[in-house]
């Protein structure tokens, strides 16, 4: 009895030491290891994603605002703001991915298709996945060779790619879970976009303008990959808009949606822009082309259309029209407004209402010639501004557009939004009509970017009060701003200018409160905020690349522009 006792006492000590060795072994592990769960991705989430300490989509949250709630970094201390990890792709295109945050989990995309799981804190590689590119779809894929980021939901994470796939991996492995093809390799098409995730589908749309490939926006349910609905952007014979287009025209209209969308969960609406029509050359196709460069609101569970509003009828110009489009509340004239507001390749920025499609108002955010004003809530050109076959036009803004695809951000604070701002034009003419043919160019026009006669600047970063559209204050730069903006409730604006510095605005008054040194490559990525437990970090991708150095023309051959280094690193910066 007694030897049982003690055999009893040994046992317990034993067990109580062996507990207090594993407790103290635990908390000698690295920091990430004790919160590296890895959280669900739940739908009520990304509904809340505005106030998730992480970043679980591409622009943070369904309206597409690119605005944090978070205060840590404020205009007293962000001039303190040091690096605290950096990774670097090994790649020379353009970076124009937005780091995507879940927990202390990091996703980045790079060029040709490579996604990358981090640590969000240390920058420690957890798994990488290279997605094989099939050669034949390089042959077909307009402006560089980027990826814009991912969608996350439940423990997926979602990447397009330049083949026309979309794959889902396991977001804590990186093993593929369904891989869906949505069009053939190099006839045209070309995914380079973040999915956005809605009512469980898994929602995208390709690109593929320059070729004349028709325009579709795609929704696959999330957990299989199977498609659920596709929608054609180009309006077919018999459809409401199918008059719009000469016989047939529609088939090779282009109208690619090649940007994420934003989601109203309130009204069950989905917002997506659509590009520009094939082939550039307007008198080809004469009448307003419906949906390109548009608009469209969607029933996100059938695809149905619910209304759509047009930036530019019957596009000559290349005035792509998909990029992001915002949702936010304003006053003009004294009205409250559930808007939508846009600011367009052609030069003009815009404040819809959501609710109807309706134009509430639009105001030039750069010089403009060929885009000259509204009558009745429609945009007017100056018919001397297109061109046509052998009739060359010098016209502003140029196919870059005021502003391309580098996205705006919004501060329902002091309501103002952030446009980064390309100041150029173009010589542009029409040429004998070439007959379409699938993965060709499908042009007809000739064009090369011009300076613009009334600035010395390429590029600048401006506020715009979202009550007026109008300018309240303007950052200018001799170098092309290709950067998007972030803003957070501090009162911060970021972005970062193309020859490499990372910077911080007082959002209200656009003061200069930071600059990072030289990041080494210029940057056109689209830059994020996140929290991991109580400590705010902010992260962008630095590599010069794009549309701009391919097709810039004379910004393009500009010496300090020709002398902007590549090659991709992200930065990831927080306060000591």
């Known amino acids: 009895m007694n030897g049982s006792k003690g055999f009893i006492l040994t046992t317990a000590k034993r067990v109580l030491s062996l507990g207090a060795f594993l407790w103290a072994t635990f908390l000698s592990l690295p920091a990430y290891c004790a919160d590296d769960a890895y959280p669900a991705v739940t739908a009520k989430r990304l509904v809340d994603a505005q106030q998730d300490k992480g970043w679980l989509m591409y622009r943070r949250n369904y309206e597409s605002t690119g605005y944090a709630p978070f205060e840590q970094i404020n205009s007293h201390n962000v001039d303190k703001l040091q690096p605290v990890f950096d990774y670097r792709s090994g790649l020379t295109q353009g970076h124009e991915g937005a780091p995507v945050v879940n927990g202390n989990y990091m996703f980045v995309t790079t060029p040709l298709d490579h996604l990358i799981a981090l640590d969000a804190t240390t920058g420690k590689v957890r798994w990488e996945y290279d997605y094989p590119i099939d050669k034949k779809a390089l042959k077909t894929v307009c402006c560089d060779v980027v990826n814009r980021g991912v969608a996350l939901y439940n423990d997926l994470v979602y990447m397009g790619t330049l083949g026309n796939h979309i794959v889902a991996l396991d977001a804590k492995t990186g093993k593929v879970k369904w891989d869906t093809a949505l069009a053939p390799p190099g006839v045209g098409y070309f995914i380079s976009g973040a999915p956005l995730i809605v009512n469980d589908k898994v929602i995208i749309g390709d690109g593929g303008g320059e070729y004349g490939a028709r325009g579709f926006i795609v929704a696959m349910d999330a957990r299989s990959g199977k498609i659920v609905w596709k929608t054609y952007t180009t309006a077919a014979p018999g459809a409401p808009g199918g008059d719009t287009w000469p016989t047939g025209a529609y088939k090779t209209g282009g109208g690619n949606p090649w940007i994420t969308g934003t989601y109203d969960y309130a009204t069950n609406t989905l917002f997506w822009g659509v590009g520009n029509p094939g082939p550039w050359l307007a008198t080809l196709r004469p009448g307003a082309n419906l949906y390109t460069d548009s608009v469209m609101a969607l029933d996100p569970d059938s695809g149905k259309l619910k209304w759509h509003y047009q ?162 204050w303007q950052y200018a730069t001799h170098l092309p701003w290709s950067s998007g903006t972030l803003t957070s409730a501090s009162g911060l604006m970021f972005s970062g200018s193309t020859d490499g510095h990372f910077m911080a605005f007082d959002a209200k008054t656009g003061k200069v409160l930071w600059r990072s040194t030289q990041l080494g490559s ?43 280094p590549k090659g991709g690193r992200l930065y990831v910066f927080a306060l000591p």
Not at 355 to 366: D, M, Q, R, T
Not at 384 to 391: G, N, S, V
Not at 448 to 464: A, C, F, L, M
Not at 537 to 551: N, S, T
């Open 522 to 564: 210029g940057i056109i990525g689209v830059p994020t905020t996140y929290l991991v437990g109580d400590k705010q970090y902010v992260a962008v991708w630095a590599g010069w690349g794009g549309a701009g150095p391919i097709w810039g023309g004379e910004m393009a051959k500009d010496p300090a522009v020709a002398a902007i």
């Open 311 to 472: 930036w530019t009828p019957n596009d000559t110009w290349d005035y792509d029209g998909a990029n992001e489009i915002v949702m936010t509340e304003l006053t003009y004239s004294g009205h409250p407004y559930k808007a939508l507001v846009h600011a367009d390749r052609n030069g003009w920025f815009y404040a819809i209402d959501r609710s109807n499609g309706k134009l509430i108002y639009a105001e030039p955010f750069v010089h403009t010639t060929s885009i000259v004003g509204m009558k009745g809530g429609v945009p007017q050109d100056d018919p001397a501004m297109r061109p046509a076959i052998d009739k060359k036009v010098f016209t502003c803004p140029s196919f870059l557009g005021g502003k391309s695809w580098w996205p705006i951000s919004i501060d329902p604070n002091n309501h103002m939004a952030y446009i980064p701002t390309l100041h150029a034009c173009m010589d542009i003419k029409g040429i004998q009509p070439i007959a379409y043919k699938g993965g060709l160019a499908f042009l007809d026009e000739t064009f090369e970017v011009k300076r613009d006669p009334t600035t010395d600047n390429w590029g600048s970063v401006q506020g715009v009060d979202l009550n007026t559209g109008k300018q309240v």
